[in-house]
């Protein structure tokens, strides 16, 4: 799928949101995303995730989706690897207090409003006009190795598709900055799911702030924790008594953990 166009089938991103991954990742497929995104660009980790807990979806189709709908599945996903209660540590920014911030699925993942990726949207404010979409991973992935500021921007340009002042067409860069604050302000009221902001009260200094949280990055430090500790439980096992690698892998997780509760008690 071509970025922009409309998703096809059945599973395609844009449909289902509110729907389970078609496959209950096992152990062994799990494993297998993570050593595959392990040597990729952070940026394409979650597309590996994703098409492997929907296989119908090409990872190349999730790059096409929006980024809150990406998010939107990525939570679905750990629910139901990891369950609904997240845990994460913050940093006051003017105390240094940490911060143990603990919340749940349903506390900060919003419903999108359901604009599909590639719908074309815009923004009049005087005599501009702006028609813009929203961004996608293809878009992450291009400006992947720019810095910070230049990659927003860039990001940007790369959703506008027309942009114009009166009858004169313009480039996006020739955009004004309120203009373009407009597009932003309307991205992220279309698409809240793609940049999370939770809001934080130091109980020590009583200093307010927003953190923004990453679901893609978050998954990903959890199954790397997880395939870490479940290779370490496979070499005690393996060593222990004797089995293969995928002797181990096809046990059951309850049976798993019995034999390493005896092999490590
Ligand atoms: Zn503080």
């Given at each position: 799928?071509?970025p922009?166009?409309?998703p096809?089938?059945?599973?395609?991103?844009?449909?289902?949101?509110?729907?389970m991954?078609?496959?209950?990742?096992?152990?062994?497929?799990?494993?297998a995303?993570?050593?595959?995104g392990?040597?990729?660009?952070?940026?394409?980790?979650?597309l590996?995730l994703?098409?492997?807990?929907?296989?119908?979806?090409s990872?190349?189709?999730?790059?096409?989706?929006?980024?809150?709908?990406?998010?939107?599945?990525l939570?679905?996903?750990?629910?139901?690897?990891?369950g609904?209660?997240?845990e994460?540590i913050?940093?006051?920014?003017?105390?240094?207090e940490?911060?143990e911030l603990?919340?749940?699925t349903?506390?900060?993942?919003p419903?999108?409003?359901?604009?599909a990726?590639?719908?074309?949207?815009?923004?009049?404010m005087?005599?501009y006009?702006v028609?813009?979409?929203?961004?996608n991973?293809?878009?992450?992935?291009?400006?992947?190795?720019?810095?910070?500021?230049?990659?927003s921007?860039?990001?940007?340009?790369?959703?506008i598709?027309?942009?114009s002042?009166g009858?004169?067409?313009?480039?996006?860069?020739e955009?004004?900055?309120e203009v373009?604050?407009?597009?932003?302000?309307?991205?992220?009221?279309?698409?809240?799911q793609?940049?999370?902001?939770?809001?934080i009260?130091?109980?020590?200094c009583?200093?307010?702030?927003?953190?923004l949280?990453?679901?893609?990055?978050?998954?990903?430090?959890?199954?790397?924790?997880?395939a870490?500790?479940?290779?370490?439980?496979?070499?005690?096992?393996?060593?222990?008594?004797?089995?293969?690698?995928?002797e181990?892998?096809s046990?059951?997780?309850?049976?798993?953990?019995?034999?390493?509760?005896?092999?490590?008690?």
């Amino acid at each position: 799928m071509s970025p922009g166009a409309r998703p096809r089938e059945t599973g395609a991103p844009g449909q289902l949101s509110q729907q389970m991954p078609t496959t209950i990742l096992n152990a062994d497929a799990l494993l297998a995303a993570w050593e595959r995104g392990a040597s990729q660009p952070p940026v394409r980790r979650p597309l590996i995730l994703l098409s492997v807990a929907w296989p119908d979806v090409s990872a190349e189709e999730w790059a096409g989706a929006g980024i809150g709908e990406r998010d939107e599945r990525l939570f679905a996903l750990r629910e139901v690897l990891f369950g609904p209660d997240f845990e994460t540590i913050a940093a006051c920014p003017r105390c240094g207090e940490r911060l143990e911030l603990n919340f749940r699925t349903a506390d900060i993942c919003p419903h999108r409003s359901g604009n599909a990726v590639g719908e074309t949207l815009q923004v009049q404010m005087s005599d501009y006009h702006v028609e813009f979409r929203l961004p996608n991973t293809h878009d992450l992935l291009a400006v992947e190795n720019m810095e910070s500021a230049v990659a927003s921007s860039a990001v940007l340009e790369r959703c506008i598709s027309a942009a114009s002042c009166g009858d004169a067409p313009l480039l996006p860069s020739e955009l004004p900055a309120e203009v373009m604050e407009a597009v932003i302000e309307q991205m992220a009221g279309v698409d809240a799911q793609a940049d999370l902001q939770i809001a934080i009260s130091c109980p020590g200094c009583r200093h307010e702030w927003t953190m923004l949280f990453d679901i893609a990055s978050y998954l990903w430090s959890e199954i790397e924790d997880w395939a870490r500790g479940f290779l370490r439980d496979v070499h005690v096992l393996a060593s222990l008594y004797g089995w293969t690698e995928s002797e181990v892998l096809s046990l059951s997780a309850v049976r798993r953990q019995i034999y390493i509760d005896m092999a490590t008690g």
